[in-house]
Nanobody, 125 residues
Framework: LQLVEAGGGLVQPGGSLRLSCAAS????????IGWFRQAPGKEREGGAC????????NYVDSVKGRFTISRHNAKNTMYLQMNSLKPGDTAIYYC???????????????????WGQGTQVTVSS
């Protein structure tokens, strides 16, 4: 499974971006998926996830109510819709996938075997 992110860029505070993560080499149907981010000088943070079954979906508190994770199986792509962006959201964003993976509230502690290369999101006026 290979993952390629797109959609990052520079946006003003309060703005929106949608990140996409296209998968190839396998279908995402049976994979738990997640979005992570890493800001300069900080540890990687788990932002959002969906279990392989789709039954579980979780967000880190700092993005809850502003970010939405989704998947489009026919396009073999996952998305992260980010609204009401803040300067604190500035980071490199990574998508990840795990075969038959789950999704718990401890997103950052979940194992993911497959990772994208990352896309930069900068929130600044």
């Amino acid at each position: 499974l290979q993952l390629v992110e797109a959609g990052g860029g520079l946006v003003q505070p309060g703005g929106s971006l949608r990140l996409s993560c296209a998968a190839s080499g396998a279908t995402l149907d049976n994979y738990g998926i997640g979005w992570f981010r890493q800001a300069p000088g900080k540890e990687r943070e788990g932002g959002a996830c969906i279990s392989s079954s789709g039954a579980s979906r979780n967000y880190v508190d700092s993005v809850k109510g502003r970010f939405t994770i989704s998947r489009h199986n026919a396009k073999n792509t996952m998305y992260l819709q980010m609204n009401s962006l803040k300067p604190g959201d500035t980071a490199i964003y990574y998508c990840a996938a795990e075969y038959l993976g789950g999704c718990t509230r401890s997103i950052g502690r979940q194992p993911f075997d497959y990772w994208g290369q990352g896309t930069q999101v900068t929130v600044s006026s």
